[in-house]
């Protein structure tokens, strides 16, 4: 498909355990964001790409978060030592236009840790 | 931080019917967007104000931008089942690349 497509679609893991999820961009698209949207709450900024190098990481919530985008295109979060507080949906989204242009979102990666 | 507050929270209304949706903070905006969203989807824009007192139309909805590049509303005029969703809006800072979304209104027209 020609959307933005994140990966698993919904993981469930135990408190304490490492956690990966996948986001694969619109082609061509050189920005490209990761947000958490918590049950009842609007998406909330956690680290935007332009090219492969992360321009603001500034709403990572603790060194336990990291993304990585190497290549350009393929980005992945990472969170270490899960904690129950870390459920959510994590929204991907990428934008041809690094400031404000039109952000198209991913379905989300439902996360749960248990 | 800034933050966008929206109002109201929650709101369930008969179809047919015409409603507001407001979006405020202290803060100025460069742009602001619209978002809906759908259970189990992502966030689609509806629409990008820049200007301030910009007034722009999609149908059946109504989107301003305040003078002051501080606010936003939202009106959609006979509501339809179809608009039932999240709206979210969302502002964008100086910076121009983060979009901080307020809390969204979850919209439900009953048929």
């Known amino acids: 498909g020609a959307g933005v497509s994140q990966t698993p679609s919904n993981k469930v893991t135990e408190k304490g355990k490492y956690v990966e999820l996948r986001c694969d961009p619109i082609s061509g698209h050189t920005a490209l964001y990761w947000y958490r949207q918590s049950l009842g709450q609007g998406p909330e900024f956690l680290i935007y790409f332009q090219g492969t190098g992360a321009a603001d990481d500034s709403g990572l919530p603790n060194d336990r978060f990291f993304a990585v985008r190497p290549e350009g295109s393929v980005s992945t979060l990472k969170i270490q030592r899960t904690e129950r507080g870390d459920s959510a949906v994590y929204l991907c989204?990428?934008?041809?236009?690094?400031?404000?242009?039109?952000?198209?979102f991913g379905e989300g990666s439902r996360l749960t840790v248990l | 931080t800034q933050l966008l507050e929206q109002s109201p929270q929650f709101l369930s209304i008969q179809e047919g019917e015409n409603l507001t949706v407001y979006c405020n903070s202290s803060s100025v905006f460069s742009s602001l967007q619209w978002y809906r969203q759908e259970p189990g989807e992502g966030p689609v824009l509806l629409v990008t104000v820049v200007t301030g007192g910009e007034v722009k139309k999609l149908k059946r909805l109504t989107f301003q931008f305040g003078d002051a590049r501080k606010d936003s509303s939202l009106h959609i005029t006979a509501a339809q089942p179809g608009d039932t969703g999240l709206y979210l809006c969302?502002?964008?800072?100086?910076?121009?690349?983060?979009?901080?979304f307020g809390k969204g209104t979850l919209l439900t027209v009953n048929p």
């Open positions: 969302a502002g964008a800072g100086l910076s121009n690349y983060k979009l901080t």
């Open positions: 989204a990428s934008s041809s236009q690094g400031q404000t242009g039109e952000l198209f």
